[in-house]
């Protein structure tokens, strides 16, 4: 092997310059700056939240408990560890003096709060002065949300439960907000003393009290850890520290990451077949240099070498723009909007996400690439005598370096992302899809060779080139479907997803939840609901249950921290969950397997577990589980699985208990309502007068905040899924510049035969258009095939499709590619036929 | 090894047959095939369009395989080679010149004629093509581009090319085709007089039966066939 011969010819050759290859750099550049840009977005959170992790967490070291208070010996063990801030949260009933009620998140903070970051206040004011008493009212600041809903200012007085307080300034942010979890209602801050005074933190109410320490120097994270957990009683708290200040963030940022950097890999995929055309039309221009090397006497490695090391050089090109422009993008993103992002970020160039976007730039070059490379090869010196004659790809090393590319492709793409099960299933859709487009393509050439003897006139000029040997259905139609297919993913899911937070949710969920109901006044609050509604309650639109939170401390005897739990089920082993204790089987329990207990049922506590949380711990009816319930610690045996819909309007609890195994407890109770808004709005304003410590939470609220969330959304998702679509168009506009000139040649010669210019032009349009119309039908047909299982499965929604949105995306398809066409004809038409029939 | 000093045929094809696939069912464009090159011979190959002539070169020159019969080049049973070795084989030793010139677009004409040198990874490769050039008359016009070129001058690179390996054997299809008559005149001339300098067999395809007269030999090609 000639290396330096081979780098001689490959530079005397590259002397023609990159014109050839605009579109194979610009589909190369494309994936690379997209993936770049997403990974280096990521890393610019990531190191945001761990420059300020100890402001997000406020302290070092976090230790939670639920519905106790630290005592006085707890509380001196925790502050050995160095400075302590202590927060109290609960949620409560404010009510303004014109009787307008609204459940708030009210938090109670100790004077040294916060011991990292800064409260901001509107106007300024310093949170030690704001949260100062004034007469009998304590000082509180509130999110403007608040003032809102309850028509109240600044200086006004309400009442958070019964306990009056006065607005002194609006909260702007907090800096530990990101660590903390989802809330239901608008933020009031106050004194520590004015929550444990309020009797917001008595036996019984859900609440949560948080000591957030600043370690003394010389006390590592880990001996700190050490020392809480000797001191506190087991599975009684939670415990956090810097390096975990905001896991749920995280998780987002690696979601998020993963999201992006796959419409990226899209990209590559769909950019590949501009890739692959381009070299292939580049290969196809030098057949007789290649030839006539040949004939000179170079061997068929010497052939490959010069014009592997060529497309070597180009494809680094393309990468280095790709991660050049995905690099900076994000800088420039950053400096614009860094003033308006909710969460810290520090944008800057890291070189990890642009090293690995370099890869997958790289890996989709060479699997794109070696192919016709291969092919160039093979081709015969006979070609410089028979011009048809091209060369055959055969199994060998370029096939071989291909297949490794695309496997490695596949295989980076898994190993990066944050879950490989999900990546593979990705990777494995965008492959059938693109081999479905592929086929697709093929058959809609065939069938355009079939149609086309039943035509006439530039119909049938138009599917002659839609079945020829150049057909853009072959090339560019594939390309254009994975596009447009990833576009239909993102809209049929959207749209899915909000239908069902604002037409289907609403019909099956409560448009109310009430919850600390004291049970001893569980039928008087019945009657006191009925009144307000006006209508006698029926089980079909209300419902009463005894309710509790609680945890699940270990599985099968295994504690919760060393048991083996899928992440999709967690949430009921990490967290407090909500329970109830039934007697009898409801009407709608969904039991997936084993037997509700009798009614009467007296013996060893048995439980009804959601089936989705069962599956994560791997548990079965007869598993037992520890369970934390109210300060009574008790070993339960799994009678039922059932499928718990969280949304559905019925006894949606994680766990059920059986009632005697809590005989004795003062359950509250919790009950859920559908409602008018009339109805809800007239329940909230009297049940401030005859129920003012039960919490009434607006679910209507909820599912609207949730659907302005997706609206906002919406563009975001769908222009990050466009740049899969703006791949399809470049390899569009390679197809199209490959063409250029036989295009001109074919023009020249139908104005020869008498051809009129509109009858080219309609000629091309009916191509192109067809083309267009084709990748968008099947490109939407892949997308709902792919966003059903995503909606019905993942989501547990309702399949909803935006018609328009679909139909908005065929248009589209065939609107741009008609329009390529009809581009491609003026060109072909603004060529003079003598010179293009001259040059032939 | 084929030694030139020997007085064996560089060049013997034994009952050549080729037929290629087509839409309309195969062509038999070559129909047994005798043909023999002695050394330093000048053979000229007429007949009429479709004959098989330029598929005689491409069959000879190890460009085509045939479908049936031998081909003897430089002493070597071509079908025993594979592509590769059948391109090491005509490396330095077999030259072709084309009616359509066939230079490498993206290089001068010094670095067109010195390719195959350096292919053949010959030493002073830049100055043997200077020399080449200079004989061919184009030693200002070096360092331009084939597109830069007249039909004419890229014949006779095409010639220095061909001829500055010193090959055993050149081929020649319809070199003065697509020249005006003082061209063609001009490269005829450059062609027979190199020949002969050089001392390599040729073989010369073309239409011009003034051409071929020139020529040791004559070969009338037929329907495929040598003519009787």
Redesign the interface.
């Known amino acids: 092997m ?1 290396l330096p ?1 081979s780098f ?2 490959a530079a ?5 310059g990159v014109r050839g290859f605009r579109i194979f750099l610009a589909c190369l550049a494309l994936g690379v700056a997209a993936i770049a840009a997403a990974g280096s977005t990521a890393e610019a959170f990531r190191q945001g939240l761990a420059s300020q992790a100890s402001e997000i967490l406020g302290g070092d070291l976090a230790v939670t408990r639920q519905s106790k208070e630290f005592t006085p010996a707890e509380r001196a063990t925790l502050e050995r560890l160095g400075r302590v801030s202590y927060a109290a949260a609960s949620r409560a009933m404010a009510e303004a003096p014109n009787g307008n009620r609204r459940l708030v998140e009210l938090r109670g903070v100790s004077d040294d709060y916060p011991l990292e970051g800064q409260v901001t206040l509107a106007g300024g004011m310093r949170l030690a002065a704001a949260l100062q008493p004034q007469g009998d009212a304590a000082g509180v600041v509130v999110e403007q949300a608040l003032l809102d809903r309850l028509g109240l200012k600044l200086g006004d007085r309400f009442l958070v439960g019964n306990v009056p307080v006065v607005a002194r300034a609006v909260l702007l942010g907090e800096p530990d907000r990101l660590s903390r979890g989802f809330n239901l209602g608008p933020a009031v801050l106050t004194r520590l003393s004015t929550v444990q005074s309020g009797g917001f933190l008595g036996e019984g109410i859900p609440f949560g009290e948080t000591a957030r320490i600043a370690l003394k120097p010389g006390v590592s994270l880990r001996a700190a850890r050490h020392a809480v957990t000797a001191a506190l009683p087991a599975a009684t708290f939670h415990i956090r520290d810097r390096n975990d200040a905001a896991p749920g963030f995280k998780r987002l940022v690696d979601q998020l990451e993963y999201f992006l950097g796959f419409i990226g890999l899209a990209s590559l995929i769909a950019g590949g077949l501009g890739v692959s055309g381009a070299v292939g039309a580049y290969l196809d221009a030098r057949r ?2 290649i ?12 052939v490959r070498n010069v014009y592997l090391i060529q497309i070597s050089l180009l494809a680094g090109l393309g990468i280095l723009i790709g991660v050049v422009v995905g690099g900076l993008a994000p800088l420039g993103l950053g400096a614009l909007v860094k003033d308006q992002l909710p969460v810290p970020a520090l944008f800057a160039l890291y070189p990890w996400p642009l090293a690995k976007a370099a890869l997958f730039g790289l890996l989709a070059a060479a699997a794109f690439s070696l192919a016709p490379l291969g092919q160039a090869r093979a081709t ?3 070609a ?2 028979r011009q048809d004659l091209a060369g055959r790809l055969r199994f060998g090393p370029e096939l071989i370096g291909a297949l490794l590319a695309a496997m490695g492709l596949a295989a980076l793409a898994i190993i990066t992302a944050p879950t490989p099960i999900s990546a593979e299933v990705m990777i494995a859709g965008v492959a059938v899809a693109f081999l479905a487009l592929f086929a697709i393509g093929l058959g809609a050439a065939k069938i355009a060779g079939a149609l086309r003897a039943l035509t006439a006139g530039p119909v049938r000029i138009g599917l002659a080139n839609l079945a020829g040997p150049h057909s853009a259905a072959r090339t560019a139609s594939p390309a254009i479907g994975l596009g447009i297919g990833l576009l239909a993913v993102v809209v049929l899911v959207q749209s899915s997803l909000i239908a069902e937070v604002t037409v289907t949710a609403p019909k099956a969920a409560p448009a109310m939840v009430f919850t600390e109901i004291p049970g001893d006044q569980a039928g008087a609050f019945d009657a006191a609901v009925a009144q307000a509604f006006g209508r006698p309650l029926a089980p079909k639109d209300y419902q009463r249950f005894a309710f509790a939170t609680g945890r699940i401390t270990a599985v099968k005897g295994v504690p919760i921290e060393q048991a083996h739990i899928a992440p999709q089920g967690r949430f009921a082993f990490d967290n407090d969950i909500s329970l109830s204790a039934i007697a009898t089987q409801p009407a709608d329990a969904s039991i997936t397997a084993g037997q509700w207990w009798p009614a009467t049922y007296a013996g060893p506590p048995l439980v009804a577990l959601d089936q989705d949380a069962a599956e994560a711990a791997r548990l079965k009816v007869g598993d037992t589980v520890s369970l934390s319930i109210l300060g009574r610690d008790m070993d339960a045996r799994i009678a039922v699985l059932r499928k718990v819909d969280i949304g559905a309007f019925g006894p949606s609890f994680t766990l059920v208990i059986d009632p005697a195994a809590l005989a004795g407890a003062d359950l509250r109770q919790l009950a859920i309502a559908k409602a008018t808004p009339a109805e809800e709005a007239r329940v909230t304003r009297t049940l401030g007068a005859s129920f003012p410590q039960v919490d009434v939470i607006s679910v209507r609220e909820q599912l609207q905040a949730a659907s302005q969330l997706f609206e906002r959304l919406t563009l975001a998702v769908r222009g990050a899924a466009a740049v899969a679509g703006l791949a399809g168009l470049l390899v569009l506009a390679g197809a199209i510049a490959a063409g250029a000139r036989a295009r001109a040649k074919e023009a020249a010669t139908l104005k020869v035969l008498g051809a009129a210019r509109w009858q080219i032009l309609a000629a091309y349009g009916i191509e192109y258009g067809a083309v267009g119309a084709v990748a968008g039908l099947a490109g939407v047909a892949l997308g709902a095939a792919a966003a059903w299982p995503v909606v019905v499965k993942v989501f547990e929604a309702t399949w909803s499709v935006d018609w328009a949105g679909v139909a908005a995306l065929i248009g589209a398809a065939a609107a741009i590619t008609g329009a390529g066409g009809l581009i491609a004809a003026l060109y072909a038409l603004s060529q003079r036929p003598a010179p293009v029939l001259r040059a032939e | 090894m084929y030694d030139a000093a020997q007085p064996c045929a560089p060049l013997a094809l034994d009952g050549v047959w080729l037929t290629l696939p087509s839409a309309a069912g195969p062509v038999e464009i070559l129909r047994g095939l005798d043909f023999t090159v002695a050394p330093g011979e000048r053979v000229a190959v007429v007949g009429p369009s479709g004959s098989g002539k330029s598929t005689l070169i491409a069959i000879a020159a190890g460009l085509e395989r045939p479908t049936k019969g031998q081909v003897r080049l430089l002493g070597q049973e071509l079908s025993r080679l594979n592509e590769d070795g059948r391109a090491r084989l005509r490396r330095g030793r077999v030259s072709l010149v084309f009616q359509s010139f066939h230079l490498l677009p993206n290089m001068t004409a010094e670095e067109n004629v010195a390719a195959p040198l350096e292919i053949a990874g010959a030493r002073g490769a830049g100055r043997t093509a200077r020399e080449w050039l200079d004989r061919v008359g184009l030693a200002a016009r070096r360092t331009h581009y084939p597109h830069q070129l007249s039909g004419g001058e890229q014949q006779r690179v095409a010639l220095a090319r061909a001829l500055a390996t010193r090959p055993v054997l050149l081929f020649a299809d319809e070199p003065t085709g697509n020249l005006d008559q003082a061209n063609a005149h001009h490269v005829a001339d450059l062609i027979f007089a190199l020949a002969a300098e050089s001392g390599a067999a040729l073989v010369l395809v073309t239409h011009d039966e003034a051409l071929a007269a020139r020529a040791d030999r004559v070969v009338r090609m037929a329907g495929g066939r040598v003519e009787a």
């Open positions: 000639n011969l001689r010819f005397r050759e590259l002397r023609s007789p240099s030839a006539t090397l040949k004939a000179l006497g170079a061997d068929g490695a010497l015969p010196p006979a410089l005598f």
